[in-house]
């Protein structure tokens, strides 16, 4: 069997499905699912997340220019999916999925405390691109969970059990295949 060609488009799987909370200047605030966010840079540590401008978190970003990115588990499969699919102009998606809004320690928008890890995002510029406008930003502040702290003060992403997005499902990472740079590795040496 050969390759087939389908018409141009995003086919570019498996993404991060993250939660990002916004709020207005008047601190009203706001979960929506985004699946189109990544990391482009890391000195300084800058992200995107691209949104459509009919989303009604989408005035927030642009209002205030913050946002948190909060990564999402297994666990949180259910609330990811809602936030995604039902609009914040008629339903307070924090009481209705029971996530929990904690302020954030540098940015003025709430963080998901359900969350392993959240990213704290000022907006640095827009690229209005076409059906989706790509808010490029800078990290301010990490704040992690410390459950997935170990003893030597290590952070452990994979005991969250971290939610990917592909083709319209979500789906867990599943077990470790290996490491950065164990294909070049010394032979007996384990990491």
Not at 132 to 156: G, L, N, R, S, T
Not at 164 to 169: L, T
Request: aromatic share 8%; hydrophobic share 35%; glycine share 8%.
């Amino acid at each position: 069997m050969g390759k087939r060609q389908f018409k141009p488009g995003n086919l570019l799987y498996p993404v991060p499905a993250v939660l990002v909370s916004a709020a207005d200047k008047d601190g009203n605030s706001n979960l929506i699912t985004v699946a189109w966010a990544g990391t482009i840079c890391s000195d300084p540590p800058m992200l995107s997340i691209s949104v459509r401008p009919e989303r009604y978190s989408y005035h927030m970003i642009r209002e205030t220019g913050e946002f948190v990115v909060n990564l999402t588990t297994e666990e949180l499969v259910r609330a990811v999916d809602f936030c995604g699919v039902k609009s914040g102009r008629d339903t307070d998606k924090w009481k209705e999925t029971g996530l929990t809004p904690e302020k954030a320690s540098v940015v003025n928008v709430p963080l998901v405390r359900q969350s392993p890890v959240n990213l704290e995002c000022r907006v640095l510029r827009v690229d209005e691109l076409g059906s989706h406008h790509m808010f490029i930003a800078q990290v301010v502040a990490v704040d992690v969970d410390e459950k997935y702290m170990d003893e030597k003060d290590q952070f452990h992403l994979s005991a969250a059990k971290p939610l990917a997005y592909s083709h319209g499902r979500y789906y867990g990472l599943g077990e470790c295949l290996g490491f950065f740079g164990y294909s070049v590795q010394k032979k007996g040496r384990r990491e």
